[in-house]
């Protein structure tokens, strides 16, 4: 396995719009390959904006961003190696869920047979080879939950960048969910989540990465912060406050 991170940013600041407050200010971190982090931080962080400079959708205003070693922007052939998942995210309307996923597969550069081939596997894995002919105006909002889920592995990433992936999620999706990332580091896959539910940090990710205010709080493995959950809900609260107050 490779020793390089899966994720470098070198003195990273992003602002939206002159004049505005940045929502990255000077951040510095890296994200293991091979491993699941998870990314922390009240409302208004940062982590979404990070996640979208990591996914190419946006460049930063200022720093060094590095995503299996390359500068992640679009037509770029790093970008065929991640999968990224955000709450925005949705399936086109007028396609099949099938037909959606095989999609997104040749929009990664999947060819389009192979594509449809991968579409069928993964829609199998996740239980919804009987929707594969449906709409998703059809499916309930867990089952499109789950065909998201599925749509951003269908291409084979290396690297998974998911934002807030539980929201919505019925008990059949969060199981597709823990199980994804569970299974990703055996299949030589990293992770970077961003979530807010402490027992999902706790039970599957090793590494966490703390935001307050567009800066890095914390990073190390979780069980380092905290001995147990109930303790690391203190020390992060306690991190938040702190970050809150240097920022008014």
């Given at each position: 396995m490779s020793t390089s991170p899966a994720v470098r940013l070198i003195g990273v600041t992003k602002r939206y719009a002159p004049g505005r407050v940045p929502a990255l200010v000077d951040l510095t971190l890296e994200v293991p390959a091979g491993a699941v982090t998870?990314?922390?931080g009240a409302n208004g962080s940062g982590k979404s904006t990070l996640l979208r400079l990591l996914s190419g959708l946006l460049q930063p205003t200022e720093g060094v961003v590095e995503v299996l070693g390359q500068a992640p922007r679009r037509g770029t052939d790093v970008m065929r190696r991640i999968?990224?998942?955000s709450v925005e995210d949705r399936l086109w309307p007028e396609l099949t869920v099938a037909e959606n996923l095989a999609y997104r597969a040749s929009l990664r550069g999947v060819?389009?047979?192979l594509a449809?081939?991968?579409?069928?596997?993964i829609l199998a894995r996740f239980g919804l080879a009987d929707f594969a002919?449906?709409?998703p105006a059809s499916l309930s909002a867990g089952e499109r939950q789950r065909a998201l889920l599925a749509a951003t592995l269908v291409h084979g990433p290396e690297l998974l960048l998911l934002d807030e992936p539980s929201t919505a999620l019925d008990i059949l999706a969060q199981g597709d969910?823990?199980?994804?990332?569970?299974?990703?580091?055996?299949?030589g896959r990293s992770v970077l989540i961003a979530t807010h539910h402490l027992e999902e940090v706790w039970m599957?990710?090793?590494e966490l990465r703390v935001l307050g205010a567009g800066r890095l709080l914390y990073a190390g493995p979780t069980r380092a912060l905290a001995a147990t959950l109930a303790e690391l809900r203190e020390r992060l609260a306690a991190l938040f406050a702190e970050a809150s107050a240097c920022a008014a």
């Open positions: 998870a990314l922390v999968g990224y998942a060819a389009h047979d449809q081939t991968a579409a069928e596997e002919s449906r709409r969910l823990h199980r994804l990332l569970e299974e990703a580091p055996r299949a599957l990710a090793p």
